[in-house]
C-alpha cells in the first residue's frame, strides 16, 4: 500500500461523537481497473456463493431474503455448467457466482441473484427458459430470457450486429430493467477476466465497454460500477497512457504522505463543536457552526479519483496532473437535504471557496438523478480541497443509482415483487420514443453515444420545469422534447424574454419558449442544428414522409398524363379497383405497396411509366409513337428557327393561351387534354426533397411561358421554356405536358438585352420605363461597339408574367435610339423585338 493510502487508513482512527472518517473508498479507488479476485486461483465455489448468501442477508429489507429460491438457481446453474471451464482454467460457473455477488451488492433482491446465476445457463446448456420458469420461477425466468436474446444476433457486419444486439438490449430493458443491470454485472465479471482473450478481442470488448456499457451504468446513476468499467477498458485500450497515469497519481500520493489524512483533520475540527476537538481559534463569531443535536452526525469520506477519471479530467483541461488536489476529494456525508446546506455554510465560513467551483446539483439533480454540492475551497496554508457534501440517501443514490431509489420506494418495491415491473427511467423512455425511427445502424449507434456520452446544459421551460439537454442543443431539441407537434410547428424562440434563432445554442439556466406557426415546417438544415437524436430522428421521419407525398404526387400526376394520351382517366381505373389489383403484380418491396406505392415508385423512378401503362392498359393500349414524333418534330423545328433567327424578329411571341400550355397551335392534337398544372405549391420547396416541378435554371421560366417538361428520376418534372437551347439536348427523354395556373403570378428572374445608338441620357429613359412597369433592376451592364456609335445594355431584373415582361419589352422598343429588345436565356438564345 502506498503512503497516501496509509494515511487514509489511520484516518478512520480520528472519530468523535459528531464526525466519523470511512477511507475505505481511497484505497479502493486507487485499485480499481486492476482485476478482482477473478485474477487469483479460483476459490471454492461454496465459500463465493456464500458470501452471495451474506450479501443478501446484509441488505435492510422490510422481509427476509428468499433464500431457498437462490439455493435452487444455484443448484440448477451447477448442473448447467458441469463440466464447462472458462479460458482462465478456472470452472465456468464461477463466472455466474461472481456476477450474483456484484448484484447482491448492488442491493438487488433474490430474484435477480438467481437470475445472475443463470443468465448463461439457457445459451450454454439444454436448459430452455420455460424450464427456467418451471424450476425457479418465471420472474427470473423474463430475466434471464431477456438476457439470452441480447446474445442472438444474426450474423451481420460488427456494426449491425451491435446495433442490433443493443436493440434488442433496449427492448428487453423495458419490459424489465434488471435485464440491463444483470447484464452490466456479467459484463464486468467479463472485463475483469479479460486478460485471458486475445488482444484483438480485447480491444474490441473494452471499446464497447467503454462507448455502450458504461454509460449505461452512468445513466442509471451505478457510478462505482461505472468507474471500474471505465477503468478496466483504459487499461486496455491505452495501456501506455493508463501506466504513465496511474504512475503520476502514486508519485504524488508518495511526495505528500500526510495529503489526505490533513485534509480529514481539517474537515474533523470544522464541524467540531468545542475546545475538546482541537476547535480553538477556528471560529469567528459570525461563522456558521455546526449543531450535532440540531443536524446529526457527519462522515467524511477521503476518495482518490480513479486513474481514467484524472486522464479525463486532464484532457478536458489541457493541463497536466500536479499536485495530490487534483487526485483526491473529500465527501462529506450529512443525514439530511438542510444539512447539506448547512455544512456547505460551515466550510465556506472556515476555508475560502474557489470562484466558479461551486455547484449545486440538489437543486438541479442530474439526468440520473445524482444530487450533490460540489464546491473546491483553499485552506489557510493554500492547499486546495474538492468538496462533495450529500445527504446519506443522496450518497446511496451516487453509489447504486436506480437501486438505492428503489430501495426508497416503497411501492415500486412491492410491484416488483408482484410482477416483476420497474419503472422505467426517463432516458430509457426518449431512446425507446426514437429508436423505431432509425434504421441505418451506423447512425443508430453514433445517436445512442451521442446520447449516452454527452455534456449537459440545464434549462428551464416557461412553468420553471426543468429539462436537460446535450451540450450545444437548441431551440428545436427543446421544442422536440416538448412534443412533436411543437417541433414540427417551431417558426422561432424566445430565450430569456429575448427573440432568439433556431441556432441559438442553449446555456446553462436560460428559460425558453417555442413560437410556433401553422406554416412552419421541419427543414433539412435543422438537421444540422439540433443534437438529440430525438429531434434528429422525428425531422428526418418527416423530411421522408414528405418526400414520399412529392413522389406519389409526382408518380401519379405521370401515369395520369400517359393515360389521357391513350383517352383513359386514372380517375376511372382508380374507381374500378383496376389499379389496386395491378399495383402489387410489381412487387416493389416492403415499403412500396399498394396504389401509393406504385405512385412512389413512378415518381422516384424505379418503374417507367411506359412499364406501368402496359401492366394497366395491356390490350386497348395504342401506340403513341406517332403522335410523340409529330410533338418532337414540331419542337425541333420551332427551335432551330428561334437559334437560326428565321423567327420574325418583329413579330410577338405567341399567343398567350398556347404559351400558358406550353403549346402553339401546331401542337394542340398532340397534347393531353389535361396536362400537368404548375400551381405555387408545386414549385414550393419546404421538405427535403426538392418541389414537384422544378423550374429550370437555364432559362427561368416565366408564368405564361410556353413550356417543355421533362421527367428525371429523383429530380422530379423540370419545366423549360420551349427556345431554351438545354432543352434541345433532352429532346430524346420522355416528355411531360405542362400548364400555367390561370392568373399565377411569380417573382422570376428575367434578362433582357437592349440595343442602341449610343444617345445621351437613353439609360435615364429606359431605367424610366422599368419603374413605370413595376419592375425592378437587379443589376445592368452596358459596353458600346461599333466603335462606339452603338450600345449594348445587359439588364438582369424580375418580372412577375410573361404578359409584364412583353409589356416591358414593347414599351422600350418605343423609346427613340432603341434598336432591338431581346430575352436572353442560356448561350445567348433567346427572342425579342427589332427594327431595321
Known amino acids: 500500500m502506498s503512503p497516501g493510502l496509509e494515511a487514509a487508513s489511520s484516518a478512520a482512527a480520528t472519530t468523535t461523537s459528531t464526525t466519523s472518517v470511512d477511507s475505505s473508498s481511497a484505497a479502493t479507488s486507487v485499485t480499481s481497473g486492476r482485476a478482482d479476485d477473478s485474477s487469483r486461483p479460483h476459490r471454492d465455489l461454496q465459500s463465493l456463493f456464500d458470501e452471495v448468501l451474506a450479501e443478501l442477508h446484509n441488505q435492510t429489507r422490510p422481509e427476509p431474503p428468499d433464500v431457498g429460491l437462490v439455493d435452487r438457481a444455484f443448484n440448477l446453474a451447477t448442473k448447467a455448467h458441469a463440466g464447462q471451464v472458462r479460458r482462465s482454467g478456472e470452472p465456468y460457473l464461477i463466472h455466474p457466482v461472481r456476477v450474483a455477488r456484484t448484484i447482491a451488492r448492488l442491493g438487488l433482491g433474490a430474484c435477480s441473484v438467481a437470475a445472475g446465476l443463470l443468465h448463461d445457463s439457457v445459451e450454454d446448456s439444454e436448459l430452455t427458459v420455460p424450464d427456467v420458469a418451471e424450476l425457479v420461477g418465471p420472474d427470473v425466468a423474463i430475466i434471464v430470457d431477456g438476457v439470452t436474446k441480447m446474445g442472438k444476433v444474426p450474423y451481420l457486419s460488427r456494426q449491425e450486429q451491435q446495433a442490433?444486439?443493443?436493440?434488442?438490449?433496449?427492448?428487453?430493458?423495458?419490459?424489465?430493467?434488471?435485464?440491463?443491470?444483470?447484464?452490466?454485472?456479467?459484463?464486468?465479471?467479463?472485463?475483469?477476466?479479460?486478460?485471458?482473450?486475445?488482444?484483438?478481442?480485447?480491444?474490441?470488448?473494452?471499446?464497447?465497454?467503454?462507448?455502450?456499457?458504461?454509460?449505461?451504468?452512468?445513466?442509471?446513476?451505478?457510478?462505482?460500477?461505472?468507474?471500474?468499467?471505465?477503468?478496466?477498458?483504459?487499461?486496455?485500450?491505452?495501456?501506455?497512457?493508463?501506466?504513465?497515469?496511474?504512475?503520476?497519481?502514486?508519485?504524488?500520493?508518495?511526495?505528500?504522505?500526510?495529503?489526505?489524512?490533513?485534509?480529514?483533520?481539517?474537515?474533523?475540527?470544522?464541524?467540531?463543536?468545542?475546545?475538546?476537538?482541537?476547535?480553538?481559534?477556528?471560529?469567528?463569531?459570525?461563522?456558521?457552526?455546526?449543531?450535532?443535536?440540531?443536524?446529526?452526525?457527519?462522515?467524511?469520506?477521503?476518495?482518490?479519483?480513479?486513474?481514467?477519471?484524472?486522464?479525463?479530467?486532464?484532457?478536458?483541461?489541457?493541463?497536466?496532473?500536479?499536485?495530490?488536489?487534483?487526485?483526491?476529494?473529500?465527501?462529506?456525508?450529512?443525514?439530511?437535504?438542510?444539512?447539506?446546506?448547512?455544512?456547505?455554510?460551515?466550510?465556506?465560513?472556515?476555508?475560502?471557496?474557489?470562484?466558479?467551483?461551486?455547484?449545486?446539483?440538489?437543486?438541479?439533480?442530474?439526468?440520473?438523478?445524482?444530487?450533490?454540492?460540489?464546491?473546491?475551497?483553499?485552506?489557510?496554508?493554500?492547499?486546495?480541497?474538492?468538496?462533495?457534501?450529500?445527504?446519506?440517501?443522496?450518497?446511496?443514490?451516487?453509489?447504486?443509482?436506480?437501486?438505492?431509489?428503489?430501495?426508497?420506494?416503497?411501492?415500486?418495491?412491492?410491484?416488483?415483487?408482484?410482477?416483476?415491473?420497474?419503472?422505467?427511467?426517463?432516458?430509457?423512455?426518449?431512446?425507446?420514443?426514437?429508436?423505431?425511427?432509425?434504421?441505418?445502424?451506423?447512425?443508430?449507434?453514433?445517436?445512442v453515444k451521442a446520447d449516452l456520452f454527452a455534456d449537459e446544459v440545464y434549462v428551464f421551460t416557461p412553468q420553471g420545469d426543468i429539462r436537460t439537454f446535450r451540450k450545444g442543443a437548441t431551440p428545436i431539441d427543446f421544442a422536440f422534447a416538448i412534443h412533436t407537434d411543437v417541433g414540427s410547428r417551431a417558426s422561432g424562440a424566445r430565450v430569456n424574454g429575448q427573440l432568439v434563432p433556431l441556432r441559438y445554442q442553449l446555456r446553462q439556466g436560460d428559460t425558453v419558449e417555442i413560437i410556433t406557426s401553422p406554416k412552419a415546417r421541419p427543414r433539412r438544415e435543422w438537421l444540422k442544428m439540433c443534437r438529440s437524436a430525438r429531434a434528429r430522428a422525428r425531422i428526418k421521419h418527416f423530411l421522408r414522409a414528405e418526400e414520399r407525398t412529392r413522389l406519389r404526387s409526382i408518380g401519379r400526376s405521370l401515369i395520369e398524363q400517359a393515360l389521357g394520351l391513350q383517352g383513359r382517366a386514372l380517375s376511372e381505373l382508380e374507381e374500378q379497383g383496376v389499379v389496386a389489383e395491378k399495383a402489387d403484380t410489381f412487387h416493389l418491396g416492403r415499403d412500396l405497396k399498394g396504389v401509393d406505392g406504385l405512385y412512389e415508385a413512378a415518381g422516384a423512378g424505379l418503374l417507367t411509366v411506359e412499364k406501368i401503362m402496359d401492366v394497366l392498359l395491356p390490350r386497348e393500349r395504342s401506340e403513341p409513337e406517332p403522335r410523340a414524333s409529330r410533338s418532337e418534330a414540331n419542337l425541333f423545328t420551332r427551335m432551330l428557327r428561334?437559334?437560326?433567327?428565321?423567327?420574325?424578329?418583329?413579330?410577338?411571341?405567341?399567343?398567350?393561351?398556347?404559351?400558358?400550355?406550353?403549346?402553339?397551335?401546331?401542337?394542340?392534337?398532340?397534347?393531353?387534354?389535361?396536362?400537368?398544372?404548375?400551381?405555387?405549391?408545386?414549385?414550393?420547396?419546404?421538405?427535403?426533397?426538392?418541389?414537384?416541378?422544378?423550374?429550370?435554371?437555364?432559362?427561368?421560366?416565366?408564368?405564361?411561358?410556353?413550356?417543355?417538361?421533362?421527367?428525371?428520376?429523383?429530380?422530379?418534372?423540370?419545366?423549360?421554356?420551349?427556345?431554351?437551347?438545354?432543352?434541345?439536348?433532352?429532346?430524346?427523354?420522355?416528355r411531360v405536358y405542362l400548364a400555367w395556373e390561370p392568373g399565377l403570378e411569380l417573382s422570376r428572374a428575367v434578362t433582357v438585352e437592349v440595343r442602341t445608338t449610343n444617345t445621351v441620357g437613353l439609360l435615364a429613359e429606359m431605367s424610366r420605363v422599368f419603374s413605370h412597369h413595376g419592375v425592378n433592376i437587379k443589376q445592368a451592364n452596358c459596353r458600346t461597339y461599333d466603335s462606339?456609335?452603338?450600345?449594348?445594355?445587359?439588364?438582369?431584373?424580375?418580372?412577375?408574367?410573361?404578359?409584364?415582361?412583353?409589356?416591358?419589352?414593347?414599351?422600350?422598343?418605343?423609346?427613340?435610339?432603341?434598336?432591338?429588345?431581346?430575352?436572353?436565356?442560356?448561350?445567348?438564345?433567346?427572342?425579342?423585338?427589332?427594327?431595321?
Not at 408545386?682 to 417543355?708: E, H, K, T, W, Y
Open 164 to 447: 442490433e444486439s443493443f436493440r434488442k438490449m433496449l427492448l428487453a430493458m423495458s419490459q424489465d430493467i434488471r435485464v440491463l443491470l444483470v447484464k452490466l454485472a456479467d459484463r464486468l465479471d467479463n472485463m475483469q477476466t479479460l486478460e485471458h482473450m486475445p488482444l484483438r478481442k480485447r480491444v474490441r470488448i473494452s471499446r464497447e465497454t467503454m462507448e455502450i456499457y458504461a454509460p449505461l451504468a452512468h445513466q442509471l446513476g451505478l457510478q462505482e460500477l461505472r468507474s471500474e468499467l471505465e477503468n478496466l477498458s483504459f487499461n486496455y485500450l491505452e495501456p501506455a497512457e493508463y501506466e504513465n497515469v496511474t504512475g503520476k497519481v502514486e508519485s504524488l500520493l508518495a511526495a505528500a504522505p500526510r495529503f489526505i489524512q490533513n485534509g480529514v483533520e481539517e474537515f474533523v475540527k470544522a464541524f467540531a463543536v468545542g475546545e475538546e476537538h482541537g476547535a480553538r481559534g477556528m471560529f469567528r463569531d459570525d461563522d456558521v457552526r455546526w449543531e450535532a443535536e440540531r443536524f446529526g452526525e457527519i462522515t467524511i469520506k477521503p476518495r482518490v479519483r480513479t486513474t481514467y477519471e484524472m486522464y479525463r479530467a486532464q484532457n478536458a483541461r489541457d493541463k497536466s496532473i500536479d499536485h495530490a488536489s487534483d487526485i483526491v476529494q473529500y465527501e462529506i456525508i450529512v443525514s439530511d437535504r438542510t444539512a447539506c446546506y448547512v455544512a456547505l455554510g460551515v466550510v465556506h465560513s472556515l476555508f475560502k471557496p474557489v470562484p466558479g467551483s461551486f455547484r449545486d446539483h440538489i437543486a438541479l439533480p442530474r439526468p440520473n438523478h445524482y444530487q450533490a454540492l460540489h464546491t473546491t475551497v483553499v485552506n489557510r496554508s493554500g492547499v486546495r480541497r474538492r468538496v462533495h457534501i450529500r445527504s446519506r440517501a443522496m450518497d446511496a443514490v451516487a453509489s447504486r443509482g436506480i437501486v438505492a431509489e428503489w430501495e426508497r420506494d416503497s411501492t415500486a418495491v412491492a410491484e416488483q415483487s408482484q410482477n416483476g415491473a420497474w419503472r422505467r427511467p426517463m432516458w430509457l423512455k426518449e431512446v425507446l420514443d426514437w429508436q423505431e425511427e432509425v434504421s441505418d445502424p451506423h447512425e443508430f449507434i453514433a445517436a
Open 788 to 836: 462606339g456609335q452603338r450600345a449594348i445594355n445587359t439588364f438582369h431584373a424580375t418580372v412577375g408574367a410573361l404578359e409584364q415582361l412583353h409589356s416591358l419589352m414593347q414599351a422600350l422598343q418605343e423609346i427613340d435610339g432603341v434598336l432591338a429588345v431581346r430575352r436572353v436565356f442560356g448561350r445567348s438564345a433567346g427572342y425579342g423585338y427589332g427594327r431595321s
Open 642 to 734: 428561334s437559334l437560326s433567327g428565321r423567327k420574325d424578329r418583329n413579330a410577338a411571341p405567341q399567343d398567350a393561351t398556347a404559351a400558358g400550355r406550353g403549346l402553339d397551335a401546331t401542337e394542340h392534337e398532340g397534347a393531353p387534354e389535361t396536362p400537368i398544372q404548375i400551381t405555387r405549391s408545386s414549385i414550393d420547396s419546404l421538405g427535403s426533397g426538392g418541389p414537384m416541378i422544378q423550374l429550370a435554371s437555364c432559362c427561368n421560366p416565366v408564368p405564361g411561358d410556353p413550356l417543355f417538361g421533362f421527367f428525371v428520376p429523383n429530380k422530379g418534372i423540370i419545366a423549360h421554356v420551349e427556345t431554351c437551347p438545354d432543352a434541345l439536348e433532352l429532346i430524346g427523354e420522355r
